[in-house]
């Protein structure tokens, strides 16, 4: 359960929200999250590692390792995947699993995926910004903050009983948003390929 970390990012974010009911919302997520690698200076020498953060164990903090988990079950060279339901990062292993991943890869570019929550009517909707996030700041966690770039999917809203909010959350929000998180990564990868394809 994140919360944006706004001390490392400019001080006008870039952020991008996009509502899973959207028919465009797949091609938005990949053209926003393309052009934001491409401000990255992505090179083909830096891994991108995706830190899909959650646990099964709630309901609406499964969101991340539903997309773990989604995605690596797909044929895709792109993205390095963190965290699935059979193997979760969550509040008590994230400092080890940070440390594995800067151990297994050099200056990784980390996407942070996590459950969020918000207003009511942002209850659907999918950030897409710069900057870490801090996991677990939603519940009153004091976790390390995570990724050069993050992405979050707003399952409840919040503000009061948020333990009990995530545990009430309907599974079939987070399915869905986990589904377009998924599709609009692949899309990216297409998207990001083609632009630099078209760049030499």
């Known amino acids: ?17 996009i509502n899973s009911d959207d028919p465009l919302a797949v091609k938005k997520f990949s053209w926003d999250l393309t052009y934001k690698l491409l ?25 991340g ?22 193997d979760p990062v969550h509040g008590s292993n994230l400092d080890e699993k940070l440390g594995e991943i800067y151990k297994c890869y050099r200056n990784p570019l980390i996407i942070a995926i996590d459950a969020s929550l918000g207003q009511l009517d942002s209850v659907g909707c999918i950030n897409i910004a710069n ?24 399952v409840n809203v919040g503000g009061f009983m948020e333990y009990m909010i995530l545990q009430n959350t309907r599974l079939n929000i ?6 377009l998180i998924v599709e609009g990564l692949l899309a990216t990868i297409i998207e990001y390929k083609n632009t630099k394809a078209q760049e030499i």
């Open 1 to 17: 359960m994140a919360m944006i970390n706004q001390l490392n990012q400019p001080s006008k974010p870039s952020k991008t929200r």
């Open 39 to 63: 401000k990255c200076g992505l090179t083909p020498e830096r891994p991108v590692v995706l830190v899909c953060i959650g646990t099964d164990r709630s309901t609406g903090d499964c969101l």
């Open 65 to 86: 390792p539903l997309v773990g988990s989604k995605l690596s079950e797909v044929n895709q060279d792109f993205f390095e995947v963190h965290g699935t339901l059979e």
């Open 131 to 154: 900057g870490s996030l801090k996991p677990g700041a939603g519940v009153h966690k004091k976790l390390p903050e995570v990724g050069d770039l993050h992405i979050t999917g707003i």
């Open 174 to 179: 987070v399915m869905k948003m986990a589904e």
